[in-house]
């Protein structure tokens, strides 16, 4: 029995993600800061960067998929796929976080 509702669980959790969890978070986050960015044209180039950063994440994710031949399945257990998918996001943040504050420290010592 527990086979059965396992098995259903991950079959609904495929119809709700069909292209693998731990990708889709940071996909998601990118249309949303594409919608945000240009509803609000934004011109500074910090939020480029992160825009190009969640790309590369997205490209990423879809590459690793593509050539581990898991582009449609779902691993064993999609709550660590989603966890995986928040860290992913979290680490793009962070990183871009890094990147503006090393710029702007940069852009005070040029002028």
Same mark, same amino acid.
């Given at each position: 029995?527990?086979?059965?509702? !396992? ?5 609904? !959790?495929?119809?709700? &993600? +069909? ?5 889709? /978070? +940071?996909t998601i986050t990118l249309? &949303?800061?594409? %919608? ?7 011109? $500074? +180039? $910090? ?8 790309? =590369?994440?997205?490209?990423? =994710? ?13 691993? $064993?257990? +999609? %709550? ?5 998918? %928040? /860290?992913? !996001?979290?680490?793009?943040? /962070?990183?871009?976080? /890094?990147?503006?504050?090393i710029y702007k420290i940069?852009?005070? $010592?040029?002028?």
């Amino acid at each position: 029995m527990y086979w059965i509702a !396992t098995k259903a669980s991950l079959l609904s !959790t495929y119809f709700l &993600f +069909p292209f693998g969890l731990c990708y889709i /978070i +940071p996909t998601i986050t990118l249309i &949303f800061l594409s %919608i945000i960015h240009k509803k609000l044209k934004i011109k $500074e +180039p $910090e939020k480029g960067w992160l825009f190009l950063l969640f790309l =590369g994440a997205v490209i990423f =994710g879809l590459v690793d998929h593509l050539w581990n031949g898991e582009i449609f399945l779902i691993g $064993e257990n +999609p %709550i660590m796929d989603i966890v995986l998918g %928040i /860290i992913i !996001t979290f680490s793009v943040f /962070i990183v871009w976080r /890094i990147i503006v504050y090393i710029y702007k420290i940069r852009k005070r $010592e040029i002028y």
